[in-house]
């Protein structure tokens, strides 16, 4: 009859075990423009083969860095991934979430144990009910106990997708993590290249400023210019021999940052110099709503949207009761002997069917708990978004008005440095003082300076539009668990 009563509550547990409680998930919709509303730059539409909305005929790939066309970058990114220990931190993260998988699943399956005994035993001699006081016996045991809980509301099953899901996240942090340090990196090597140009201007302009000091002595020793141009000549020769080594500071301080961030030790790391020529490439935007699929964070922040869905269908699941199945079995005898004999068979088996009856509010708070959760995480994956929209907006916006910058720029520095031409041959001709010359002087190397930064803020642009982009990640490299 007890056979009959347990395999009766194991059929039906298995009946009910398709049953689930709580909200089904729907990834939520996000509204979004049918494309950016900043245009790009001149540049990028006069590129042959550049196009705005089909982002699969991109450039951007895994390895987004080659758009730059700059081995020494390339083989940098490349150590990024096996060396950077920020980004072995998130790998860990991640491995430690594909174990909850496991653990979680293994719920689902019956827990089986063993434990084996043997013990000696002495019966009082003064206690007037046992049969013979005061003897001795031993008693050898080897029972097996079983456990399963029947996962009638989806409890369990739940739990083991919120840890697929989590595991996901985990996934798009890991990705996010790699993009971030990747595009630091880039911004780090252009920061370092800039330098390298602006000091390739400062010692071209060391140059000339050390042949215009000698122009002013010659001048000085043959009676035609005072004591005081001479001094000014050489007041703007040392101003510029400083600027020059002032780069040093912080050209060394990027050069640490990169020696960091490919895992190796700034003391024994130098990057040769090597002046910033590049303009940006042409980098494919796709539209806005592909962006969904494009960013690691945003598919992140989804994937633990959905994760907190299931929590409310388990923290739902509480207020059903619970079956759980137990049986325990074994040989006992009381001596070696007859241990493992057919008598010294023992068993017993049950379901138990348990509710909790009054918790004073207990279950309500967490349901009321795991609601707000998800709320909190549905905020977060919209802001995720709409950061995502802005962020390419921004950088493309940053590309379009510094490269019209830049253009202006450029004609401004040619109209410095002619106006630097005529005032040296005006003060060759005795015309005018120092004076004008090193006015002259002055603008030009400003408007020469300016002109390299502008190209360095141009590059910085592209890293960060391609970073805003995703850079090449879509959510089809999700692992599948």
């Not at 009381?334 to 348990?354: D, E, H, K």
Request: with cysteine; glycine share 8%.
């Amino acid at each position: 009859m007890s056979r009959g009563v347990g395999l009766a509550a194991l059929a039906f547990a298995l009946l009910l075990s398709s049953c689930m409680v709580g909200p089904n998930y729907t990834k939520p919709k996000v509204a979004a423009a049918p494309s950016y509303s900043e245009p790009a730059p001149q540049s990028f539409q006069e590129t042959s083969g550049w196009k705005t909305a089909k982002p699969s005929d991109a450039l951007l790939k895994g390895r987004w860095w080659e758009v730059f066309k700059d081995p020494d970058l390339t083989a940098l990114e490349e150590q990024v991934g096996p060396a950077n220990q920020s980004l072995q931190i998130a790998v860990a993260n991640f491995r430690q979430a594909q174990t909850q998988i496991q653990i979680n699943r293994s719920n689902l399956f019956p827990t089986i144990g063993v434990g084996p005994g043997v013990t000696g035993n002495r019966l009082s001699g003064n206690v007037l009910s046992t049969t013979h006081p005061g003897s001795e016996y031993g008693l050898f045991t080897l029972p097996g106990n079983l456990s399963w809980e029947a996962d009638l509301w989806g409890r369990l099953r739940r739990n083991v997708t919120s840890a697929r899901e989590l595991t996901q996240a985990s996934a798009g942090d890991l990705a996010n993590v790699k993009l971030e340090l990747e595009a630091e990196l880039a911004t780090d090597y252009f920061e370092t290249r800039s330098l390298d140009a602006q000091k390739r201007l400062l010692d071209d302009t060391m140059v000339a400023y050390t042949r215009a000091l000698e122009l002013t002595q010659n001048r000085y020793n043959g009676g035609v210019a005072s004591k005081v141009e001479v001094e000014q000549a050489a007041t703007q020769l040392q101003q510029t021999q400083a600027a020059d080594i002032d780069l040093a500071v912080a050209r060394a301080q990027f050069e640490h940052a990169i020696a960091v961030l490919v895992g190796r030790v700034p003391e024994n790391y130098h990057l040769p110099l090597e002046p910033l020529t590049q303009t940006p490439p042409a980098i494919p935007t796709g539209v806005p709503s592909e962006l969904l699929e494009r960013r690691p964070d945003i598919a992140s922040a989804e994937r633990r949207l959905a994760s907190a869905n299931e929590q409310i269908g388990i923290a739902r699941a509480a207020y059903y009761p619970t079956l759980t199945i137990s049986a325990t079995g074994g040989f006992q005898g009381g001596s070696i002997v007859n241990w493992f004999t057919w008598p010294s068979r023992f068993w017993a088996a049950g379901p138990q069917l348990s509710e909790t009856v009054y918790d004073a509010g207990r279950r309500r708070a967490v349901l009321e708990g795991t609601e707000a959760v998800y709320d909190a995480n549905l905020a977060n994956y919209r802001q995720t978004t709409l950061t995502a929209f802005q962020e390419v907006e921004d950088s493309l916006s940053s590309l379009r008005i510094l490269e019209q910058e830049s253009g202006k720029q450029h004609e401004a520095t040619l109209s410095a440095e002619s106006s630097l031409q005529l005032s040296l041959n005006r003060y060759k001709g005795g015309l005018v003082t120092y004076l004008e010359v090193i006015t002259a002087q002055t603008i030009a190397l400003a408007n020469e300076r300016t002109d390299v930064d502008l190209m360095r803020r141009r590059i910085d642009a592209s890293v960060e539009l391609i970073r805003a982009l995703g850079g090449g990640w879509d959510t089809s490299q999700l692992p599948k668990v």
